[in-house]
Structures are given as C-alpha cells and as structure tokens.
C-alpha cells in the first residue's frame, strides 16, 4: 500500500496504491466532493492474441462480459443499474488492451463494484446468449465498413508478415466468429472460455476506483470484490513474442489507397520500437511537436501558402507494448495531390536539416519550453469527467510505474539523449523502413508501374496497390545533399507562454453571476470561480446577427467567412493552444441557438485577453480579396466543398436525422442547396457580406474563471470596439421558428441511401411535445432515463436489430421532441413497426410494472445527474451561455429542475408518455424518416418486391390521416388478416414548411 503519488498542485482528491493478494493493481481515488462516483479496469489483453482461426475473439468477450455472472446472472443487469444510477457503462478493446469502465451516482459505488466485479471473477458466457451477441458485433462491423479511417488502419494491419497477430482482423463478425468455427467443427463459448482463461488474469488487471468515501473504505470494498478475480500468473499480452518484428519488406513501400469518401491525404509510417519504455526521456515527443508543429517555419505553413495542404498531424498515432509506428498524416487539396512526392521531399527535408542537423542549442531551447508547459499544464490541470478520469488511471497503470499514474503520459522526468534522438532519426526515419499511403480517388492516383496491379483488403473490401521503395525513389525523396527549402525552420518561443499564474482572490466559493456590460450591442455576463484552484478560465462569446440566416448563400457566406478566420489566424491560435490557451470558432451550436458566429476561448487567463482582443481585430479588419487571403480563400473553398459532398457518406441514422430537421427547422439549407450557392460565391461576396454582418451586431457574451468583474468589463469592452458594431436591427434579431405537426398526425419521408454501398437502414422518429418549458423538460429527461435503456436492452440486446439504437431528447428553439432512432440491416418499415411494438409494451410496464421503489431510484438519478458540480471553468461556462443565448437567464435551472423532479409522482411520467408518445394517444404527433440501406433493397430485389423509392423521394412527406395505423403492431393470432393500411396523401416538403403553422418560442 503507497499514497506517494505526484499529483496536480490544485489537486484535493486523496490517493492511495493498493496490490491484493491475487496481484491485481488499484488506485483509488478519494473526492469527499464529487457527486459521481466511477470506476475503470484495463487488462492487458487485447486483438494482438486473436487465434487466426476466431478473429475478433477479445472483442466479443468484452462483450459477453456484460451478459452476466454467476453473482448477478441478469443479462442486462449491469447496464441497467448505472442507467438507472444517474450513469452509463462501456468498454473497448484495442490490440494490447481491454479496458471496461462505468460512471454512477456516488452512493452506488459499493453495488457497482460488487456487480463489476462479477465481470472478471465468475463471468457465465450463456451459450444462449452467445450467437445473439454475435449478431450486436456484425453490426457493429456492418456500421464500419464504409469508415476509411477503419478501411486504412484494416489496410496496416492486413499487409502486415502472415500469420503475425497484427495482421488479424480484431473487430470481428458474424463469419469470423461463428460460421469459420462452426466450419471446423468448433464452438464459439469453448473458444470464449478457453480465451478467457488463458488471457484474463488478476495479475494483469490495473483498476481505479474514484468515489466520495474515505481511502480506506475504498479499500476495503475492493478488497471485498476483486480478491476473488482469479490469478493466473500471466504475463501482459500471453502467446505474443515482443520480438516477433510484423514489418516485413512487403509491407513497407508506396501503397496507393482508394477512399470511400472523396480524399486526398499523404501518410507516412516509419514502425520502431515502442515508446512506452523509454517515457523519462520522451525522445519521440520532441519529433512530433516540430514536425507537426502550424506555426511559422512549419512543414505545415508552407504547404498552406503553396496550396498544397490544409492539414498535417505528426506522432506515435499507433501503439502497443512491442512496436510504434511514428505517423505524419498530410490532407492534401487538388493542387498537392500531384505534388506528393514534393511533400515527401519537404518532410524529409526537414528532418534531415532543421530536427537532424540543428545547432544543438535551438533543440535545447525547444526541449526546455515542451518541459515547461507541460510542467503547467500538470500544475494546473483542471478536473475532467470521473469516467474518463479513471479510465486513463488504469490505462496509465498498465504503462507507468505506480507512482507516475497521474503524470507519467505528460512529464519529461530525465534530460533528453540526444545522440540517442540522432540515431532514432537515422535508424527510423530512412527510406527504407518508410510506408507511404496516398489515398486519393482512383481517377486521380499517379499512373501504376507495369509491375503493379489493384488489390483488394479482404475484410473491408479496401482497394489498394502496392510497389516497393526503389533507389531511385529513395534518392529523390531523400537526398541529403538537397539544400533546405526556404521557409522552413524549427518553431520559434511560444509568445503565450503563461507568465502570472496568480489567482485574482483566495480560493472560495464563486461569486454571483452579474451583467458588467448591458449596453444595445454588448450583454456580457460574468461569474468570478477560483473554486477550482488554477489560473484559468472560460470566454464565450457570440456575435448574432440574423442575415447570415436570410438564405442559403448567406448561409454559405458565412461558413466562408469562417472557413477563412480559421486559416488566418491558424498559426497564432495553435501557438496560443500549446502554450495552453485554446480558441475555437463555429457557426453552429448543438445547445442553444446560434445564428452568426461563436468564439470560444478557454484555458490560462493570463494572455486571454490579449488573444480575444487579437482575433476581433483580425475578423475586422480581413480582407478575403487580397492576393495572399485569396489563396487562402480558394483553398478553403475546396475544402468546404469536399466537406459538403463527403456528407453523403455519413451514417444512414446521421440522414434520418437531418431529414427531420429540414421538415422541421426554419431556417434550414439543405447540403445541395449549400454546395449549389458555394459553385459561384466569389471571395468579394464574402467581404461584402462580413461588412453587412458585422455592421449590425448583438454581442452576448459569459466569462467564467480567474477574472475579476472590473477586468472583464475592460477586455470585453476594449475587443469588441475593434469591430464597432450598431444595435441589432428589427429584421436582424433572430427569428426561430418549428413546423408544428397537428395531434394524432403521422407524417413520413423515405429516401435511399445517399451512399448506395452503405448496408444498413435507419429510422429517426420524432415525437413532438410543444413549445417547452421547465416542467416539460424534467418529464422528459425523466421519461428518456426510464425508456432509453428498455429500448435498448429489447431492440439491441434482445431482437438485435442493430448496433445503434436511443431514445433521446430533441428540444430545439425551445420545442420540446423525443427521438428514437434506430440503424439496422432490416427494412425501416420493419423497424418502425418494431418499436411500436416497444411503445405499446413500454407504455404497459409503465402503468403496471414499474414499482415506486424503482421510480423514486430513477427520480433520485436524475437529481444526482442535474445536480452534478461544475468540473472546470470551461464546463461552468458552457452551461451558463446556453441560458444567456436561450434568453432565459435561468442560471439555477439545475437546482430548479431538481426540485421539480423531487415533487414528480409515477402518474405524471404514465400521463406524459401516454398524452405524447403511447401508440393509441389521439395527441401523439409524429415524424418518421427512413433511410433504405444497401441490405434491404437487395433482399427485396431477390424477392421481387418494389421499395418505389427514387432519388426524388426524399423532397416529399405522406401524411397519413388523423389517428390512422401506419405502421399496425402485428396481431398475436396468426390466422387474423393484416389489417388495412391508411392512404396517405404526398405534399412536397417545401410546401409542407410553406404552409405549416409555426412554434416560435425562442425569446
């Protein structure tokens, strides 16, 4: 037992290192202020040990382990204890590591760990449970297939030496993992219990424990439930030979990668040894912070002003215990796709004569200011969410020494080798341990050699073709003797680095909130907290001005607009973000309304000010149309335009979705009319259009964190008078509205698939509940708490219809929706009219099944969840600008909805669900949109049945009649007749938002 831990200097949780009896490692974390308690344990065990003949193992026996033990046999009973506990499970599994973790309200931390435990003591693996599992993992691969990130790192894995682990396929399906044994004549649970045995053990398992009570009961009821985990004396990763080298010369070499998505990105791969080992040092990390650095001198910056790139990423990407792979990832633009091999040429360049063959002195001084902020950002890191917390404590456990849990990822602990650094660079950075990918569409890649030929990866169907590095290459690519291009050089001394890490008052509670500037353009709202201990803060700020919403190329304008504050201010927002000072820009917002755009700023409060002053003055005084801001303005339009056609391939849920926004949201452009309008926008419309934007203004603003009232006033005021806006005028104060669908009505719109080789179907239905308010917003958070895990449980778990599957809350402008979306390989009228079938039951176990005992625990939940403390001043401040943009000012809202909630009885939820959502309801209003996936319309089309849709069928809705079935719950006698569906009529959607009335609740 160790309490000698290096923690954060603001850190008040006390710690403690225990080792039981059977070897497994705890660290538990003690926080008397936490209202959420969460756990995480990692086992080093992971797809590396995949038997060749069930690829996929680990992954599916992390699943099974939530399917019950012999302590708690119930299939869903874990999950359904931390929904019901204010809180949620998960777990995933990567090459080297199987990590399971949960988060819950505080008091059910002791019957969490006793039901945790169950996982790795007395996991059951019920052979009837086993082949429906199987069915969640294939669809859960059916909902990967189209991901090039997925397809590209599958790519890696499958040309690495045969019959090395690294080359199986560690996801998984339903061939994998039952027809293949089945084939041989093998059963999946004897494999599953054999790999368990013989992968799982207490001496590998790291767990970390975080709650409200003291250290020693911590210990105690770990000591209590884990003692039990059996030891098996393994060793990290069993039956895997750390020496075992999977990077054979076949899979080094240019390899040409066809994207799904339309692509054109430059990755270069050079495997070496692991960097775990050698993390006092850190050698690697100083490679990745200049190579990937945006700053002045940057590979990065002078492929921006060559027009070559818009993005570049450098580091250790892919890890494991044996081996690395050092990553610099380049998205290229039309213009750079050719140019490749220039790129390659620059980046080694680079390394060779500016990290390479560097005055010995400017590493130096490079080093010490990556040891300084990281140091900072140590000192001072701010809390972040329990389950994440212990999630990357276990993580840590099984990397670090016990000790270094909390700091051994970021703190550089011992002065770097730099002959050691040399030789990595000359050892792993040759030509001849180098991978190259270029993934770009077919009709773009360089011509093939005559020796070459496309391939096709056997799990994700990925088409490839693979030449060797040749001398010839190597040379031109990397000759030593090629002067360093102009431009490029090491990144300079950062001008953020924090210099006053003062707190502006004794730490204590937080002031009140209070307006310090209430003028016609500026509401700012501030909240001096210094609770948190560190010298940080929170600015958000939004610059609302409704033309940007009057069209589609207004709408356009504006994402220009932000596309190129972006790329402008790049190099000092990423100086800003590694010295811990983070800017972000957008023009949408998920929580409150946003109409124009949103500047967020949050980190170190000691340069804030200077940064929020800088980029106002930017966005004033830009000019698109000069020379050097029009490349900038072409590259980015290129860029955007890519984004708006690779949405097509987003998630067939992700269209159901947007779907019903266009039904429903004024204003809302739709992708086609965005990309229409974006062919001609000219970088002079632009200017124009920021000139209209910014001439009218209503500046709304909360500042959280380390400043004072007086403080803020002064940098609000001094930033904003850069850009000197007039009063909001009456046409340009936002104007909110929702199409209002009439009781009893049914209104559906059907699609096809935008990506035509997408497998999967979807719906989104959207229940529509009214304009909103406080008691209308608790039932149905209260009712999404009770159903989402009951439509899980029956509709994933149960009838394995798909991967995904929720029922969420959907307030918008202040209407209150339920959606319940569903993905699956099934037809969407199948699934429609299975979660009918759910309503009807739910609605049911609602009335007469759920117990007072079980209402007053979720009731309890939910308060725990809304009464969950602020972690940070970023978080503090998110929540308040969604009152200050809603124009509700509700700052206590938590504490109100609390106490509602507290006052709710079982027949107000029975009343809410049956007046808004029950399938019988005469109220029950209703938006159904379908998207028709690859699957189904090939199973139809073998059947001979029509599914009628067409490309134009997503621009109407058929509206069924007044309280009419369309989609009928099957009758439970087999012999009555199917009922008789109700004619719907068709109406454009165009004319359907024309014609509808509107809620307009937005104040």
Not at 167 to 190: H, M, V
Request: charged letters at 25%; proline letters at 5%; aromatic letters at 8%.
């Amino acid at each position: 037992m160790s309490s000698d831990i290096r923690k954060p200097d603001a850190d008040t949780r006390s710690y403690r290192l225990v080792e039981l009896d059977n070897k497994l490692d705890i660290i538990l974390i003690s926080d008397p202020e936490t209202n959420i308690a969460a756990a995480a344990l990692a086992v080093a065990a992971g797809q590396l040990q995949d038997p060749p003949e069930v690829q996929g193992l680990a992954h599916f026996c992390e699943h099974m382990l939530f399917l019950g033990n012999e302590k708690y046999p119930g299939e869903s009973d874990f999950d359904s204890f931390c929904a019901s506990s204010a809180g949620y499970s998960n777990a995933w599994t990567s090459m080297d590591r199987t990590v399971y973790h949960f988060m819950l309200a505080h008091d059910k931390l002791h019957d969490s760990l006793d039901r945790f435990s169950g996982f790795f003591s007395c996991p059951l693996f019920q052979e009837d449970l086993t082949e429906r599992e199987l069915m969640a993992i294939d669809s859960e691969n059916n909902k990967n297939l189209q991901e090039d990130a997925r397809r590209e790192f599958q790519l890696m894995r499958s040309t690495a030496r045969e019959n090395h682990p690294l080359q199986r396929f560690g996801t998984g399906s339903y061939k994998t993992l039952f027809e293949d044994p089945q084939a041989a004549g093998t059963n999946i649970r004897e494999h599953l219990m054999h790999f368990y045995k013989n992968a799982y053990s207490a001496n590998i398992m790291k767990l970390a424990v975080l709650g409200r009570e003291d250290l020693d009961t911590l210990e105690k009821w770990c000591r209590e439930f884990f003692s039990s985990v059996p030891n098996n004396n393994l060793e990290p990763l069993a039956g895997v030979k750390p020496d075992d080298n999977p990077f054979h010369d076949g899979w080094k070499g240019f390899f040409r990668v066809i994207p799904v998505k339309e692509r054109r990105k430059l990755v270069m791969y050079w495997p070496m040894e692991s960097t775990y080992p050698n993390y006092r040092q850190k050698p690697t990390r100083l490679l990745s912070h200049c190579i990937g650095h945006e700053g002045a001198g940057s590979i990065l910056s002078l492929l921006k002003r060559k027009g070559w790139a818009t993005d570049l990423s450098a580091g250790t990407g892919t890890q494991s215990t044996y081996f690395a792979l050092f990553e610099i990832s380049i998205t290229l633009t039309e213009e750079g796709l050719p140019n490749y091999e220039e790129v390659i040429r620059m980046v080694y360049q680079y390394v060779q004569h500016c990290l390479r063959a560097a005055d010995n002195a400017e590493r130096i001084r490079i080093r010490a200011e990556c040891e300084q902020l990281a140091l900072l950002s140590f000192r001072f890191r701010s809390k972040t969410r329990e389950d994440n917390y212990t999630e990357s404590l276990a993580c840590n456990l099984t990397r670090y020494p016990r000790e270094e849990a909390l700091c051994g990822p970021d703190l550089f602990f011992e002065p770097l080798d730099w002959d050691r650094l040399d030789a990595i660079i000359d050892e792993s950075f040759s030509t001849s341990n180098l991978r190259v990918h270029l993934i770009a569409p077919e009709a773009e890649q360089p011509k093939l050699p005559s020796t070459a030929e496309w391939k096709e990866e056997r799990w994700y169907g990925t088409k490839h073709c693979w030449e060797p590095i040749n001398a010839e290459m190597a040379g031109r690519w990397a000759d030593k003797a090629t002067p360093l291009q102009a431009g490029l050089h090491l990144p300079l001394a950062n001008p953020y680095t924090p210099e006053d890490s003062s707190l502006c008052a004794a730490v204590g509670p937080a002031s009140d909130i209070v307006k310090v500037i209430d003028s016609d353009t500026i509401q700012c709202w501030h909240c001096m907290d210094v609770s948190f201990g560190i010298p940080k803060a929170a600015v958000h700020m939004q610059l609302t001005n409704f033309v940007c919403e009057r069209s589609a190329r207004w709408a356009v304008c504006l994402r220009m607009m932000l596309e190129v504050i972006q790329e402008v201010t790049n190099e000092e927002a990423y100086d800003a973000e590694e010295a811990g000072l983070v800017f972000d820009i957008s023009n949408t917002s998920g929580s409150s309304p946003c109409n124009g755009l949103r500047l967020t700023f949050k980190g170190y409060n000691d340069k804030m000010p200077k940064l929020v002053k800088n980029i106002l003055e930017l966005i004033a005084k830009l000019d698109f149309t000069t020379p050097e801001n029009q490349a900038v303005f072409d590259l980015v339009k290129e860029k955007t335009m890519t984004d708006y056609r690779n949405r097509r391939f987003q998630q067939p849920y992700q269209h159901a979705m947007n779907a019903a926004s266009f039904v429903f949201e004024h204003p809302f452009w739709e992708r086609e009319e965005r990309m229409a309008e974006l062919e001609t926008v000219t970088s002079q419309e632009v200017l124009d259009f920021k000139r209209l934007y910014l001439s009218e203004l209503l500046v709304e603003v909360m500042v959280v964190g380390n400043f004072t009232a007086e403080q803020t006033a002064a940098f609000i005021s001094q930033a904003v008078a850069s850009v000197a806006p007039k009063p909001l005028s009456p046409e340009n104060k936002p104007q909110l509205k929702i199409s209002k669908v009439d009781a009893g009505v049914t209104l559906l719109q059907e699609q096809l698939g935008p990506d035509p080789d997408a497998l999967d179907s979807a719906i989104s239905v959207q229940f529509q509940l009214g304009e909103s308010d406080l008691r209308q917003a608790v039932l149905l958070e209260l009712l999404c708490q009770v159903m989402d895990k009951e439509m899980y449980g029956q509709l994933r778990t149960q009838e394995q219809l798909g991967y995904i599957v929720a029922a969420v809350s959907n307030t918008k402008w202040q209407v209150g929706a339920l959606r319940c979306i569903v993905q699956s390989v099934h037809p969407p009228q199948y699934l429609e009219t299975r979660l009918e079938v759910f309503l009807a039951a739910f609605g049911k176990k609602l009335e007469s099944e759920l117990t007072e005992e079980e209402f007053a625990e979720h009731i309890d939940s939910l308060v725990t969840k809304k009464l969950e403390k602020d972690r940070n001043a970023t978080k503090k401040c998110e929540r308040l600008m969604i009152e200050v943009c809603s124009h509700e000012y509700m700052f206590d809202r938590r504490e109100k909805g609390a106490e509602l909630l507290r006052g709710c009885k079982k027949e107000d939820l029975s009343a809410f669900f049956n007046t808004h959502i029950a399938v019988a309801s005469p109220h029950r209003a209703r938006v159904s949109c379908h998207v028709l996936g690859r699957q189904a319309v090939d199973t139809m089309t073998a059947a001979g049945e029509a599914h009628g849709l067409t490309e134009d069928s997503k621009a109407s809705l058929l509206t069924f009649p007044a309280n009419s079935t369309p989609f009928p719950i099957p009758s439970d006698s087999p012999d009555a007749p199917p009922p008789a569906l109700p004619t719907p009529t068709k109406v454009s959607i165009k004319d359907f938002r024309a014609s509808a009335p509107l809620y307009s609740a937005q104040k």
